[in-house]
């Protein structure tokens, strides 16, 4: 990792605060890409307040919101995210055989058509840059405009935990093999 590690007891008043934030909170760990956010406490905070409401609070079901992150998590070959996120997507319902497509850069199959949109729309933002008029509108139909909005939020997020785990290069808890190659 690009930044070294640290133990609670050697951070600074401010980066001890969110510490103790984040441990309080629903994660209960400082773990990953919020090892490195805590070297900018303000940083630190306003992300993982934003990161627990992507999370644990928008209207997608975990389904759905896991689907969108391990879209993202593949998109840019962000290990630990994947490592951390692939257990929770299985466990919330999304198909094994759809996150293996995910993960080696293949098309899923779903059964569900609000899975299907969810994939699409995430993997048209992030490989387009943009999302069609009809994706969309089906993403609206099917989710609400509200969770269209989340979604989005979700998508922008978890780019943000990404691009962390890439750039400081975030390891993979010992053991443990990378998911991309």
């Given at each position: ?52 409401f992507c999370r644990y609070g928008t209207r997608l079901p975990p389904r759905l919101s896991e689907l969108a992150i391990l879209t ?85 997020y978890y780019g943000l935990i990404s691009m962390t785990i890439n750039t400081f290069e975030v390891p993979l808890p010992p053991g ?6």
């Amino acid at each position: 990792m690009r930044i070294p590690d640290w133990k609670p007891e050697n951070l600074t008043p401010a980066q001890r605060k969110v510490h103790d934030a984040i441990i309080a909170g629903p994660r209960g760990r400082v773990e990953g890409p919020l090892r490195v956010w805590i070297m900018s406490p303000e940083l630190a905070e306003r992300a993982q307040e934003l990161g627990a409401f992507c999370r644990y609070g928008t209207r997608l079901p975990p389904r759905l919101s896991e689907l969108a992150i391990l879209t993202t998590g593949a998109f840019w070959q962000a290990g630990f995210e994947w490592h951390a996120h692939a257990p929770i997507a299985l466990k919330a319902g999304v198909p094994a055989d759809a996150l293996e497509a995910i993960r080696l850069g293949k098309a899923p199959k779903f059964a569900r058509e609000d899975e299907r949109v969810v994939y699409e729309f995430s993997r048209d933002l992030w490989t387009k840059r943009r999302v069609s008029d009809a994706t969309y509108r089906h993403a609206a139909d099917l989710l609400g405009k509200e969770g269209v909005v989340e979604l989005v939020g979700i998508l922008g997020y978890y780019g943000l935990i990404s691009m962390t785990i890439n750039t400081f290069e975030v390891p993979l808890p010992p053991g443990v093999d990378q998911p991309f190659h």
